[in-house]
């Protein structure tokens, strides 16, 4: 029997069986690399709001997992508000205290309604679980300080807050889950389909090894 492996036909069907599989590592290095270097939203920090400090909220913040979930925090309406391009209000946002100081949260405007018109007194949210992704708050602080003509240090300061924000309306933890999980479907994908490439080149290589001997044996007298 002939080897057949270097025809064209099988060479062609391995040579995607290896394209295939580096495409499935660069897919597993790229998660790999998103969860380590950038961001990962499969770890949520359990909180209690007695108990974290500042400091604990800053590393976590600082971390690859920026995500919380502090629980049994009184949340209490600022009357500040965020709105988009069309002018529609997309968050609120609220103040919590915490161990040792207190921090701001944008809630969801779709899930807490409209707060804007009301005539009551602040919404206040008690032993609410508040979770979200831990930012820099700097944008809306700064919004706040200026509307009420203090410097962003001394709006801290005065109100015992600390620069964070709880961004609980976001989507962002959820969408890095999806890229993710397609990312590795592509992987296994990408493995499942280099391995049937690799399969068929030898089948096709056998064909051509029997089609050789079968020539070889018809010529024979």
């Given amino acids: ?49 007695a108990q974290v400090s500042a400091e604990d909220l800053e590393a976590i913040g600082a971390g690859h997992s920026p995500y ?18 069309t002018g529609a209000v997309t968050a ?22 409209d707060l804007v018109s009301t005539d009551e007194e602040a919404p206040v949210l008690t032993d609410y679980t508040l979770s979200g992704q831990l930012i820099d708050g700097s944008e809306m602080i700064l919004m706040i300080a200026q509307t009420e003509g203090v410097e962003v240090e001394k709006y801290l ?14 989507k962002d933890q959820e969408r890095m889950r999806i890229i993710q999980l397609i990312l590795l479907i592509l992987a296994i994908g990408s493995l499942a389909a280099g391995w049937i490439h690799w399969s068929e080149s030898g089948v096709v290589a056998r064909e051509l090894a029997a089609e050789g001997t079968d020539a070889d044996l018809s010529g024979e007298e």
């Fill in 1 to 49: 029997m002939k080897n057949k492996t270097n025809h064209p036909a099988v060479s062609a069907l391995r040579i995607r069986a290896l394209v295939l599989w580096v495409l499935s590592g660069v897919f597993i290095v790229l998660i790999i690399g998103s969860i380590c270097f950038y961001r990962n939203p499969w770890v949520t920090h359990t909180l209690d709001a």
């Fill in 68 to 85: 919380v979930k502090i629980e049994g925090i009184d949340l209490t309406f600022t009357g500040y508000y965020k709105v988009d391009d």
């Fill in 92 to 113: 609120y946002c609220f103040t919590g205290d915490i161990a040792d100081t207190a921090i701001f949260a944008e809630l969801s405007a779709d899930e807490l309604g």
């Fill in 157 to 170: 300061e005065k109100n015992g807050l600390t620069a964070l924000t709880v961004h609980a309306h976001g």
